[in-house]
């Protein structure tokens, strides 16, 4: 590479000045991403908790271009591109992860009400129930998904005790199966009712039956499964079948789970 090819690679990494009056003003931008009222808005700007582009900006007439700039507030990051969704669902049991079935089974799409073309973000077996992300925003979803950012999952799963007390230390130490060693990051009871037994598992991984297989594995095969939480983002009291859209401060924190 010459000295001239390395002038020239620098220079389109500064984003070309924009004149005074072309993009929309800041706080218009947080307003209609959902932050709050513009007043709100302004409050933030003149507190120094919004940053455009990585840099913090205290002039209410800053321009932005929702499209391209990074906008954070508070260091969560805020959609600002009008098209964008992000939803979750509580899948039932039962109902296929995918957006429709060749089959005529119940899929997603069954559950979802919004009229936009959504991508589930990973998937679930059809008996296991739980969360489910839906977005239309693709480098989100993949990294969701990707092993690099081994984004944190949490199951519930019923299991038939009695258990051994040094269940979870197995299960942290890993179980190995065909594909591999497999290890939990957290493990505990969850409740027990009887000789049924609630475990909370977490684990970072997204092979096939994973949960399944690896309680099998370790003498305790599972008599029901759910997803109660993908990354930052909790099911909570959300009903089997139900959808929600995620809130702004939930799609920051999944930005900020896989470094975006
Ligand atoms: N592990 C499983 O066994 N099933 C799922 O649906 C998800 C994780």
């Known amino acids: 590479m010459n000295e001239n090819e390395g002038a020239r690679r620098d220079e389109t990494i500064e984003p070309a000045p924009r004149a005074e009056n072309e993009g929309v003003r800041l706080q218009k931008v947080l307003a209609e991403a959902g932050i709050g009222s513009r007043r709100h808005c302004e409050e933030l700007i003149g507190e120094g ?12 007439g800053e321009r932005v271009d929702p499209r391209r700039d990074v906008i954070h507030v508070d260091g ?20 296929v992860s995918t957006m429709s079935d060749e089959r005529g089974r119940k899929s997603l799409a069954d559950y979802v009400e919004v009229p936009e073309r959504l991508f589930h973000v990973g998937r679930l077996d059809t008996d296991t129930e739980g969360l489910i992300l839906l977005t239309n925003d693709g480098e989100l979803s993949h990294r969701l998904t990707h092993p690099s950012w081994g984004v944190e999952k949490t199951y519930l799963a019923e299991i038939h005790g009695p258990i051994p007390r040094d269940l979870g230390k197995r299960l942290r130490a890993g179980v190995r199966l065909e594909d591999g060693l497999v290890k939990a990051d957290k493990f505990r009871i969850f409740d027990q009712v009887g ?7 977490t684990l970072h991984e997204g092979r096939k039956h994973i949960v399944r297989r690896m309680l099998k594995e370790a003498g305790f095969p599972v008599q029901q499964l759910a997803r109660i939480q993908f990354g930052p983002i909790k099911l909570g009291m959300l009903k089997p079948g139900n959808m929600r859209a995620l809130t702004v401060r939930e799609v920051g924190e999944l930005y900020k789970a896989v470094d975006l």
Do not use: C, Q
Request: hydrophobic share 40%; no cysteine.
């Open 49 to 60: 908790r919004v940053k455009v582009n990585g840099k913090e900006v205290f002039r209410f």
């Open 195 to 201: 000789k049924r037994i609630l475990v909370e598992i």
């Open 76 to 95: 969560r990051r805020v959609e600002t591109r009008a098209e964008m969704r992000y939803y979750m669902v509580n899948k039932p049991r039962g109902v």
